[in-house]
């Protein structure tokens, strides 16, 4: 069975750090699930792009998925303010699964309680909130926990998850495919 994501979407969340890694997630075969905040499924990012998500949070969350994905941008705000999302990646960790956030958006890990001796990266807006945070670093992996510095570093992030719920080979020939020339990527885990 292919792996699980679900990717939590609030409105002004950011489009590059969405898309890109669920594109590559799904040419390697994941089954993504976007799900929105909210009662309507059409979410409008930051710059004015409106997705169609395949379901409501409240619907979603009641299946389990292999990984947890939560996008950056203003509406890490939303992501906060709802507290859905933290408790879904205190309970994702429960379980051994994957958890990945990008940009502001490991804001949501911290409130869950879950950033506590880790290494990760974050955007450089949340420092504040955030000076552990390894903001030199594009993309960190600790364990289960997989997280990318911003907009710029979203082919990275999803080629990394790729690695980890897959395989590093896996990974490789979608970086091949889509013409990506990246360094080795780091893996702190085999994949489940």
Do not use: N
Request: proline letters at 7%.
């Amino acid at each position: 069975m292919p792996p699980t994501v679900l990717a939590i979407l609030a409105e002004g969340f950011e489009e590059i750090e969405l898309v890109t890694p669920v594109d590559l997630l799904r040419r390697a075969g994941a089954l993504v699930t976007l799900a929105t905040l909210g009662s309507d499924r059409s979410v409008r990012g930051r710059s004015g792009l409106v997705l169609h998500a395949d379901a409501t949070l409240e619907t979603a969350a009641k299946a389990t998925y292999d990984c947890l994905f939560l996008p950056g941008g203003p509406g890490v705000r939303a992501l906060r303010a709802d507290g859905r999302p933290a408790r879904l990646a205190r309970a994702q960790a429960a379980r051994g699964g994957w958890i990945a956030a990008i940009c502001a958006a490991p804001v949501v890990l911290k409130d869950a309680g879950l950033l506590e001796g880790k290494q990760f990266t974050a955007h450089f807006s949340v420092a504040s909130e955030l000076p552990e945070a390894a903001g030199d670093q594009r993309i960190v992996a600790d364990g289960r926990l997989l997280t990318g510095r911003g907009a710029g570093t979203a082919l990275d992030f999803g080629l990394m998850l790729v690695a980890h719920l897959f395989s590093p080979s896996v990974a490789a020939g979608i970086s091949r495919e889509v013409a990506a020339d990246l360094p080795p990527l780091p893996c702190a885990e085999s994949p489940a």
